[in-house]
């Protein structure tokens, strides 16, 4: 079982950053790979972003792509997500979800375990 705590959310102006944590329970971390969605009002689900279990194989949203950066410190149970250059059509419930990996790679689905997400709001 892993459980995943997500924080680095809030109110920001449009062209601004944030930061996204994700903590995770246990000591296998190193055993998942790691992704993260996000949930705007009114939307489904939408995937991101993804990194491998070791944090050399990564992908991205065509959205978010060269704005956003995942990356992931294994000793310290952690992944991130900096968010750079904002807009308000970022504005979205942020969840980490962890899936445990059988090889090295990134997945864009089937997560086993979810965050309950925190807030990000880009203001115009």
């Known amino acids: 079982q892993v459980q995943l705590v997500e924080s680095g959310g809030g109110l920001v102006q449009a062209g601004g950053s944030l930061r996204l944590s994700c903590v995770a329970s246990g000591r296998t971390f190193s055993s998942y790979a790691m992704g993260w969605f996000r949930q705007a009002p009114g939307e489904d689900r939408k995937f991101v972003s993804a990194?491998?279990?070791?944090?050399?194989?990564?992908t991205y949203a065509d959205s978010v792509k060269g704005r956003f950066t995942i990356s992931r410190d294994n000793a310290m149970n952690t992944v991130y997500l900096q968010m750079n250059s904002l807009t308000p059509e970022d504005t979205a419930v942020y969840y980490c979800?962890?899936?445990?990996?059988?090889?090295?790679?990134?997945?864009?689905?089937?997560?086993?375990?979810w965050g309950q997400g925190t807030q990000v709001t880009v203001s115009s």
């Open positions: 979800a962890a899936r445990l990996a059988t090889n090295n790679g990134y997945y864009y689905g089937g997560y086993d375990y």
């Open positions: 990194i491998s279990r070791s944090g050399g194989s990564r």
